[in-house]
Antibody, heavy 118, light 110 residues
Framework: QLQLQESGPGLVKPSETLSLTCTVS??????????WGWIRQPPGRGLEWIGS???????YYNPSLKSRVTISVDTSKNQFSLKLSSVTAADTALYYC??????????WGQGTLVTVSS | QSALTQPPSASGSPGQSVTISCTGT?????????VSWYQQHPGKAPKLMIY???KRPSGVPDRFSGSKSGNTASLTVSGLQAEDEGDYYC??????????FGGGTKVTVL
């Protein structure tokens, strides 16, 4: 059974860089069928697509976040990562990593809460 | 890209039907037959219920159905059950390998 697990600091200071890693188990991140992505959900609000990466390293970002987002993949560790720079309180959210097949998400991690505060 | 528009809430009695709308533009919902729906219970990750407008993943009851007309997609839950209560989000392909989601609809079973 595929599992995705997010990890990283739960507290980040304003203007710093948020860094999260997603570890994939029960399946290979190098599959040509899937993309791997990040989605966030501010407290009490809806879902926001952040971006995704293919195992080859091709990346696709939400235009509204593109200038601050970097997603990378490490196939040797079966992991992919998110970096979001110059964070503000508006970036406080539950961050999910996910497996995408074409136009939809069929597997989600449990999510990790990241709070931006000094 | 702007978030898709969903009503904040919907409700129905057990056994009844409830329909949730999801309105986008010709650049997302209207431009592709790539609309998905997700159910989220409190404290849990979202779960895929419908993909590509009307297809159900294995294990999703046939009480859940999806459709689309123009720039608006809909999710209908027939024969409402207590376990159907939760938040529902629509998603759509938005071109350039990007996705966009709706703001969510809270479904209450009365």
């Amino acid at each position: 059974q595929l599992q995705l697990q997010e990890s990283g600091p739960g507290l980040v200071k304003p203007s710093e860089t948020l860094s999260l890693t997603c570890t994939v188990s029960g399946g290979s991140i190098s599959s040509s069928t899937y993309y791997w992505g990040w989605i966030r959900q501010p407290p009490g609000r809806g879902l926001e697509w952040i971006g995704s990466i293919y195992y080859s390293g091709s990346t696709y970002y939400n235009p509204s976040l593109k200038s601050r987002v970097t997603i990378s993949v490490d196939t040797s560790k079966n992991q992919f990562s998110l970096k979001l720079s110059s964070v503000t309180a508006a970036d406080t959210a539950l961050y999910y990593c996910a497996r995408r097949i074409g136009d939809y998400i069929n597997y989600w991690g449990q999510g990790t809460l990241v709070t931006v505060s000094s | 890209q702007s978030a898709l528009t969903q009503p904040p809430s919907a409700s129905g009695s057990p056994g009844q039907s409830v329909t949730i709308s999801c309105t986008g533009t010709s650049s997302d919902v209207g431009g592709y037959n790539y609309v998905s729906w997700y159910q989220q219970h409190p404290g849990k990750a979202p779960k895929l219920m419908i993909y590509e407008v009307s297809k159900r993943p294995s294990g999703v009851p046939d009480r859940f159905s999806g459709s689309k007309s123009g720039n608006t997609a809909s999710l209908t839950v027939s024969g409402l059950q207590a376990e159907d209560e939760g938040d529902y989000y629509c998603g759509s392909y938005a071109g350039s390998n990007n996705l966009v989601f709706g703001g969510g609809t809270k479904v209450t079973v009365l």
